[in-house]
């Protein structure tokens, strides 16, 4: 797991910038109804969605919370006044505070079922009756596209996705949130060259396999042994699924 405190000055230059933040907050736009007058972006980050979000509907009231001091940090910035320091499985709201519940990238990120279950039922919690929730899905298998550095890394260690988008369905459900929509959109700027790849590997990008361990290593050498090494391969196409709470 990557230490978000250390990362978060640097991270939206690592995962596509401003182009991947817009293409993202377009498809969660047009999943949010546009009466909605409270939105909380939980998982917030460092605010770069979640402040395209404000801009495109000024009259929403938007929050940002995250778990991580640093990211918080750096999306306090970008939305002053309104980013709080708050464990998803956990959120310091009231029942039914929101109109609008969204979580980017956020379920991929959790180890174990019951977490993700926790998240999936405190958006649920905080939402209004017939208010929306909005995540991504199957964020793991958007990036394979079939390239050749695909091929070297198939073979790798991987852990069941926590948010394929089956299960995320069924968390829902038990909380009263019922399938409300779909959308995708492009990763801008996150196509993998080789170079990047196998420094990913060694930095721990890739859960099953931490930073200096021998297995890593050979990752990492095949990779680099592949043509074109700054040449970025196919963007991923990440996927959202919208759900509306029952009332």
Request: positive net charge; contains cysteine; glycine residues 8%.
């Amino acid at each position: 797991m990557l230490d978000y405190d250390k990362e978060a000055d640097a991270y939206d230059a690592t995962r596509g910038g401003e182009p991947r933040a817009a293409a993202a907050a377009d498809a969660l736009l047009g999943l949010i109804p546009s009466g909605t007058g409270r939105l909380l972006d939980v998982a917030c980050g460092t605010g770069i969605v979640t402040r395209r979000l404000a801009a495109a509907r000024p009259a929403i009231r938007v929050t940002g919370a995250d778990l991580t001091y640093g990211m918080a940090r750096v999306a306090a910035v970008r939305l002053p006044g309104t980013v709080v320091l708050a464990d998803s499985r956990a959120l310091p709201f009231p029942d039914g505070t929101f109109d609008a519940v969204t979580s980017v990238w956020l379920l991929h990120l959790l180890d174990r079922p019951e977490d993700v279950r926790a998240v999936v039922a405190e958006c649920a919690r905080v939402l209004r009756p017939g208010g929306v929730y909005v995540t991504t899905v199957d964020k793991a298998a958007a990036h394979d596209v079939g390239s050749d550095i695909d091929e070297v890394l198939a073979a790798r260690p991987r852990r069941p996705a926590p948010d394929a988008a089956p299960l995320v369905e069924s968390y829902a459900a038990a909380h009263g949130l019922r399938p409300a929509g779909r959308a995708r959109f492009p990763g801008r700027g996150q196509g993998r060259s080789p170079r990047r790849t196998a420094a990913d590997l060694r930095r721990g990008w890739f859960t099953r396999l931490p930073p200096g361990d021998p297995l890593t290593e050979r990752f990492a050498a095949r990779v680099e042994a592949l043509a074109d090494q700054e040449l970025p391969r196919a963007e991923p196409v990440f996927r959202v699924r919208a759900f509306r709470k029952a009332g």
